[in-house]
């Protein structure tokens, strides 16, 4: 187990290892990533709020973003953001808080590589915004987008999020999924069982043992759905 005081050990030794282990499998040149969910995950979930104040990190936060980076992942945010479509608050809001959530993490040494929202919904009533779209999670492009971008290998890619839309997607795409208790976390995670859907690889009290998880299984094959 790797604390947020050891972090900054995980360093080029282990980066070598990783990928004399993946050679084999992985297609030459493209880079893995974890996708990150955003309210629930890396901040609190604190509904529809339009005061840009009102939103914060998570304080394991910071300490998990820098181990991803310095294990050499792609860190990647991905995020519905309905309360545009449905009035509840402009875009330019959603911008902003993404602004200052860039800030806060630059101030203390962390940083992810992107953000990609999407601010529609099929019902909202902002006509600008109201549609089925592909970007909405757990439709797959922003994740598609993405991987052009950072031209990702999305097999070695893993999604981290509180609500069963995140596992869903990274299955879609043949990715790892690990389902986070904060947020909406452990409700999310009773409905599945009683629903019987198909498990996350893995279920983590929160973003840092997450990331612990992503760090210690970095092959892909195993599946450990016990929390
Ligand atoms: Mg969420
Ligand atoms: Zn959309």
């Not at 992107?114 to 089925?132: D, L, S």
């Not at 929160?206 to 970095?218: D, G, K, M, P």
Request: one cysteine or more; charged letters at 30%.
């Amino acid at each position: 187990m790797v604390r947020p005081s050891d972090i900054d050990e995980l360093g080029e030794g282990m980066l070598d290892l990783d990928w004399r282990r993946h050679r084999r499998t992985s297609e030459p040149g493209r880079a893995r990533a974890v996708f990150l969910d955003r309210d629930g995950t890396l901040s609190e979930d604190v509904g529809y709020a339009c005061e840009v104040a009102q939103y914060r990190l998570f304080p394991w936060t910071v300490p998990a973003l820098r181990a991803l980076r310095q294990a050499g992942y792609r860190v990647i945010v991905l995020t519905n953001q309905s309360g545009v479509a449905r009035g509840y608050f402009p875009e330019t809001m959603v911008q902003e808080v993404h602004r200052r959530f860039e800030r806060e993490l630059r101030e203390h040494g962390a940083q992810w590589d992107a953000i990609y929202y999407c601010p529609h919904h099929p019902e909202g009533i902002v006509p600008a915004y109201r549609r089925m779209c592909a970007c909405r999670k757990p439709a797959t492009g922003l994740v598609e987008r993405a991987a052009r971008e950072f031209a990702l290998d999305l097999p070695r890619c893993v999604f981290i999020g509180d609500k069963y839309t995140d596992i869903m997607l990274a299955h879609r795409v043949g990715a790892r999924g690990v389902l986070v208790l904060t947020g909406h976390g452990r409700e999310e995670w009773a409905r599945s069982r009683k629903e019987g859907w198909r498990p996350p690889d893995h279920v983590a009290g929160n973003l840092w043992e997450a990331v612990q998880w992503v760090l210690s299984h970095e092959g892909g094959a195993e599946c450990d759905a016990t929390p």
